[in-house]
């Protein structure tokens, strides 16, 4: 076996990362062999010569992997597998056993291991067993990341400093009874972050309710809004509680506010001061106990200064303020959005294995995202529908248009004395290439996903240009 530990790998693969490995045998020539085998590939082998040693080192360090013998004097490799899941779920334990004790490593496997090595074994298996080990670890990591990103308290999905930012504010401003505005883009979620305030607030037992205040006329609006008594206008059939009414207890979303028409600014104004309803047609006044959170793409103190919109209510309104930064400011949440994006598309079509690609996330993190999150919607939807296989492709997510407009018109050019077409189509594409580096800070595989090519054909075009190509 130690022939067997000493040969000389024949599947070389790229050095890895530096992962921690305990190594556990009571046997220290195949220990220490194994030890040399993993530092000569770049881990970080750390060896144990029994379950009592191995414990300690869990106790006091945390390891990526370990690789433990089955059947040693001072106990058993599965008091190991234990001692390692206690501290960390995550990592990966390979059980060495002989013929004899196969079925207990099988029942090593049932507790968490994730494989068993048959002595005698050859050093690729054992780095090819540890490979695979290591990937799942990272896959699972990942994997509760994303989870954690996507359903932590707010459901705000995102990892970068400006969404745990305003996670953060979200969680503060929740179990107030002040007003918030939320401004943004569009696209951004608006809505979204106002379901987060109302479901970590203590009224999340109660009514939510969505008000578009740009969708209807405004003496419907203020019907809508306040409620009307039977026969107050022509049309009103029956009385209508209003939405502050139905939202009593809980959270009013009044989306669009700047679209709201200035006389009915005046009658929500007093609603916020008075906590009182009349409808339409009533003597009465009625109590609600209402959350208003608003929300508008627009700069209303633009238009506060232009006169149209009331400055006693974007005061009232804006109590709180919640500003959503754009997609594009922040780059690296575009793969955990398309991530969780695939998922909820890929389930309601019932392709729920489906992937997406290195290069097309690539494309998808170069893109300006001038629609915010529901313009990256938008593309995975369609990746989810037009993807042949399992997999997302760049040309899924943006299919090249036929008899597209896009092309070069060659008005300018003037063929009376002969044209050289081909190197006005190289300069074409060289300066196309240099375009696409400037956008991407140099950055050739984001330049390759920015022109919706891969990366391999983007460095062949760009060596016809480029000398040390």
């Given at each position: 076996m130690a022939q067997a530990l000493a040969e000389q790998d024949s599947s070389e693969r790229s050095a890895v990362s530096g992962e921690k490995i305990l190594v556990v045998d009571d046997e220290s020539g195949i220990r220490n062999l194994l030890q040399v085998l993993l530092?000569?590939?770049?881990?970080?082998?750390?060896?144990?010569?029994?379950?009592?040693?191995?414990?300690?080192?869990?106790?006091?360090?945390?390891?990526?992997?370990?690789?433990?013998?089955?059947?040693?004097?001072?106990?058993?490799?599965?008091?190991?597998?234990?001692?390692?899941k206690e501290r960390d779920a995550s990592t990966q334990v390979i059980v060495i056993t002989a013929f004899t004790t196969t079925e207990r490593a099988v029942e090593a496997m049932r507790q968490g291991a994730y494989d068993f090595l048959v002595k005698p074994f050859k050093n690729d298996v054992v780095l090819a067993t540890l490979e695979k080990a290591l990937d799942r670890r990272s896959l699972e990591r990942e994997n509760r990341s994303l989870k954690e990103a996507v359903h932590g308290t707010t459901n705000i999905i995102g990892t970068s400093a400006p969404m745990q930012a305003l996670r953060s504010l979200i969680e503060r401003a929740a179990p107030a009874q002040a007003s918030v505005l939320?401004?943004?883009?569009?696209?951004?979620?608006?809505?979204?972050?106002?379901?987060?305030?109302?479901?970590?607030?203590?009224?999340?037992?109660?009514?939510?309710?969505?008000?578009?205040?740009?969708?209807?006329?405004?003496?419907?609006?203020?019907?809508?809004?306040?409620?009307?008594?039977?026969?107050?206008?022509?049309?009103?059939?029956?009385?209508?509680?209003?939405?502050?009414?139905?939202?009593?207890?809980?959270t009013l979303f009044l989306d669009e506010i700047g679209e709201l028409d200035l006389a009915l600014q005046v009658k929500l104004l007093r609603v916020l001061q008075e906590r009182k309803v009349r409808p339409i047609g009533s003597s009465h006044e009625s109590d609600v106990n209402v959350r208003v959170v608003a929300a508008t793409n627009r700069d209303l103190e633009d238009e506060v200064s232009a006169g149209t919109f009331r400055e006693d209510l974007f005061y009232r309104l804006n109590v709180i303020r919640v500003l959503i930064p754009p997609l594009r400011e922040r780059p690296g949440d575009v793969r955990v959005l398309a991530q969780h994006l695939l998922r909820k598309h890929a389930a309601r079509v019932g392709r729920s294995g489906m992937t997406i690609s290195e290069d097309a996330l690539a494309w998808l993190v170069a893109r300006p995202f001038k629609g915010n999150v529901r313009e990256l919607e938008n593309l995975v939807e369609r990746g989810v529908a037009l993807a042949r296989e399992d997999r997302i492709e760049i040309e899924d997510l943006e299919p090249q248009e036929t008899g597209s407009t896009k092309a070069f018109a060659p008005t300018t050019i003037d063929l009376s004395s002969g044209f050289d077409l081909d190197a006005h189509l190289a300069e074409i594409e060289r300066s196309v290439l240099m375009r696409a580096l400037e956008e991407t800070g140099g950055v050739?595989?984001?330049?390759?996903?920015?022109?919706?090519?891969?990366?391999?054909?983007?460095?062949?075009?760009?060596?016809?240009?480029?000398?040390d190509e």
């Amino acid at each position: 076996m130690a022939q067997a530990l000493a040969e000389q790998d024949s599947s070389e693969r790229s050095a890895v990362s530096g992962e921690k490995i305990l190594v556990v045998d009571d046997e220290s020539g195949i220990r220490n062999l194994l030890q040399v085998l993993l530092r000569r590939r770049g881990y970080q082998p750390i060896g144990a010569s029994g379950v009592n040693e191995a414990r300690k080192a869990i106790e006091e360090d945390s390891f990526d992997a370990i690789i433990t013998d089955l059947m040693m004097p001072d106990g058993s490799g599965l008091d190991v597998l234990e001692a390692a899941k206690e501290r960390d779920a995550s990592t990966q334990v390979i059980v060495i056993t002989a013929f004899t004790t196969t079925e207990r490593a099988v029942e090593a496997m049932r507790q968490g291991a994730y494989d068993f090595l048959v002595k005698p074994f050859k050093n690729d298996v054992v780095l090819a067993t540890l490979e695979k080990a290591l990937d799942r670890r990272s896959l699972e990591r990942e994997n509760r990341s994303l989870k954690e990103a996507v359903h932590g308290t707010t459901n705000i999905i995102g990892t970068s400093a400006p969404m745990q930012a305003l996670r953060s504010l979200i969680e503060r401003a929740a179990p107030a009874q002040a007003s918030v505005l939320i401004t943004g883009e569009s696209g951004t979620g608006k809505e979204l972050v106002a379901r987060a305030l109302h479901d970590a607030s203590d009224r999340n037992d109660a009514p939510f309710i969505v008000v578009n205040c740009g969708a209807l006329p405004a003496n419907l609006m203020e019907s809508e809004l306040f409620g009307h008594e039977k026969g107050s206008f022509t049309g009103a059939d029956s009385k209508k509680e209003g939405l502050f009414r139905s939202a009593d207890g809980g959270t009013l979303f009044l989306d669009e506010i700047g679209e709201l028409d200035l006389a009915l600014q005046v009658k929500l104004l007093r609603v916020l001061q008075e906590r009182k309803v009349r409808p339409i047609g009533s003597s009465h006044e009625s109590d609600v106990n209402v959350r208003v959170v608003a929300a508008t793409n627009r700069d209303l103190e633009d238009e506060v200064s232009a006169g149209t919109f009331r400055e006693d209510l974007f005061y009232r309104l804006n109590v709180i303020r919640v500003l959503i930064p754009p997609l594009r400011e922040r780059p690296g949440d575009v793969r955990v959005l398309a991530q969780h994006l695939l998922r909820k598309h890929a389930a309601r079509v019932g392709r729920s294995g489906m992937t997406i690609s290195e290069d097309a996330l690539a494309w998808l993190v170069a893109r300006p995202f001038k629609g915010n999150v529901r313009e990256l919607e938008n593309l995975v939807e369609r990746g989810v529908a037009l993807a042949r296989e399992d997999r997302i492709e760049i040309e899924d997510l943006e299919p090249q248009e036929t008899g597209s407009t896009k092309a070069f018109a060659p008005t300018t050019i003037d063929l009376s004395s002969g044209f050289d077409l081909d190197a006005h189509l190289a300069e074409i594409e060289r300066s196309v290439l240099m375009r696409a580096l400037e956008e991407t800070g140099g950055v050739r595989k984001r330049a390759a996903a920015l022109l919706q090519m891969s990366f391999r054909s983007f460095r062949y075009r760009l060596a016809k240009y480029v000398e040390d190509e």
